[in-house]
């Protein structure tokens, strides 16, 4: 770590902006630095990850991070980036949010640390004891409206139809107000950000600069899309989520094992500690052997690994593997359900499958595998019928109560790749 944490995050096309100074005062200091988190669900989703990365690094470099979840601010809901007004959360519902995405951050910073340990903390503790008339008295007349109409997040929204709500607009001053908080408290001179929060950024410095006539800095991240443009940490089924129960441990693994070939270098670079030299090899891997997908399998495993821990990223590999004939024995029936849950699917009545079992010609038949009994005696004889991934012979074609996964699954398959998911029921 020869060089400096702001070099550090350049070179990863971390820096998107910085008030002049930041690169300057990370060199020569140790500073407090925090990143506000909004708490408008259970979990943090993967497109948090990128400023929780980042305060860990800055912790790596000696720094003192605070994670500031926002229970106070999501009462009144940040308008940047937003092209209408959220609906409003219950105050006992964002207090639980809060709590619960407490947790998770711990994944990433070291609240242990004998030199500079990460804190969290709620701005609701100060925010919901404000009084309004001492506020607007001494907070609010430090801002121009003409100020807070220039500023993006304000402009964009007032040319929209729907327009801004007083309450919205009002979102930059308590952010302001909170940075303002952590100066006093605890001597914070750096927030950080995605680039949709510059304009809060800054007028918090100028706020500082006003009432204590201190210099403060922001310093923002990039928001990030895709190569193709669109919005990253989306899928079909919606937002990736920390959250096992949310997003489980097997998906969140193929989100990264799915990434493309022009994204996952800036990804490794982004979301990894991965040194310099390792993601040098693994992007030139991408362009000399792409079909191994190295760098993909990489940043699963990472991610993985670091959200949900090294168990959970074995499972995960081999859950993976299940669906190019690996072993399935020993896992659980959610994971063989979420594995298998985009393939053809059938029920099978438990009772079929007593005795002396089902012959595998009906059962292939059934499930919809083969057409007629006749094709599927021929891909028996062929060899090309597995059940859990195990070759059928020709000579013990039945299924019975044995082959059942979990009590509950029988996975078929055709060839290399055709699945079929038989839940049996009763």
Partial sequence: MSHSIFE????????????DGVQQMLANEKVTVYNGFDVTADSLHVGHIVPLIALA???RFGHHPIALAGGGTTMIGDPSGKKSERSLLPVETIREYAEAIKGQLAHFLDFESKTNPAKVLNNADWLTSLNMIEFMRDIGKNFTVNYMLAKDSVRTRLEREEGLSFTEFTYMLLQ?????????????RLQTGGSDQWGNITAGVELVRR??????????????????????????GGSVWLDPKRTSPYRFYQFWLNTEDKDVV????????????????LAAAVVERPEAREAQRKLAG????????????????????????????GLSAAEISDIFSDVPSCELPKTQLEGAGLPVADLLVTAGVAKSKGEARRSLQEGGIYINN???????????????????FIVLRKGKKNYTLVKVIG
């Fill in 57 to 59: 690094r800055l912790q």
């Fill in 390 to 408: 195990h070759r059928v012979s020709a000579e013990n074609p039945a299924a019975g109560l044995g082959d059942m996964l979990e009590g509950q």
């Fill in 8 to 19: 550090e995050l350049q070179w990863r096309g971390m820096v998107y902006d910085s008030i």
């Fill in 266 to 281: 800036n990804y490794l670079k982004y979301f990894t500690f991965l040194e310099h030299p390792v993601i040098d090899d």
């Fill in 211 to 236: 009432m204590r006539a201190e210099q403060v800095y922001g310093m923002v991240y990039p928001l990030i899309t895709k190569a193709d443009g669109t919005k990253f940490g989306k899928t079909e």
């Fill in 176 to 188: 302001s107000y909170d940075f303002l908080y952590l100066y006093d408290h605890y001597g914070c």
């Fill in 302 to 329: 990472v991610m993985t690994a670091t959200v949900h821990g090294e168990t959970a990223l074995a499972r995960a590999d081999q859950a993976s593997q299940a669906l190019f004939g690996g072993d399935i024995s």
